[in-house]
């Protein structure tokens, strides 16, 4: 069966940290692109940061560059969101998905196929 799970979600205080998981089950990450988008309440999904297989290349949303960091680790078939310096306005369910490694438009979700079923995110005082 196919699947991808997120975790690593929880409660942190602005300024903190979470580093969130995307592990796959029934296929490999090994020769696809990973993306990580983010739902808020009342809000439509968002790119968040993608990271494609044939070049390493790595895409984030300007709203968290220089804060979150997409990685890999195909031994383990996980991908990772390193996320720092966490703002109110980063509060979302956040959700990984995988898609072909060509083409463009990395962090458009219609491009992407397969989804988790995402891990709330809330940065609160």
């Known amino acids: 069966q196919v699947q991808l799970v997120e975790s690593g979600g929880g409660l942190v205080q602005p300024g903190g940290s979470l580093t969130l998981s995307c592990t796959a089950s029934?296929?490999?990450?090994?020769?696809?692109?990973i993306g990580w988008f983010r739902q808020a309440p009342g809000k439509e999904r968002e790119g968040v940061s993608s990271?494609?297989?044939?070049?390493?290349?790595?895409y984030y949303a300007e709203s968290v560059k220089g804060r979150f960091t997409i990685s890999r680790d195909n031994a383990k078939n996980t991908v990772y969101l390193q996320m720092n310096s966490l703002k109110p306005e980063d509060t979302a369910i956040y959700y990984c998905?995988?898609?072909?490694?060509?083409?463009?438009?990395?962090?458009?979700?219609?491009?992407?196929?397969?989804w988790g079923q995402g891990t709330q995110v809330t940065v609160s005082s």
């Open positions: 990271i494609s297989t044939n070049t390493g290349r790595t």
């Open positions: 998905a995988t898609r072909q490694p060509h083409g463009t438009d990395w962090l458009r979700s219609e491009t992407y196929t397969h």
């Open positions: 029934g296929f490999s990450l090994g020769y696809l692109a």
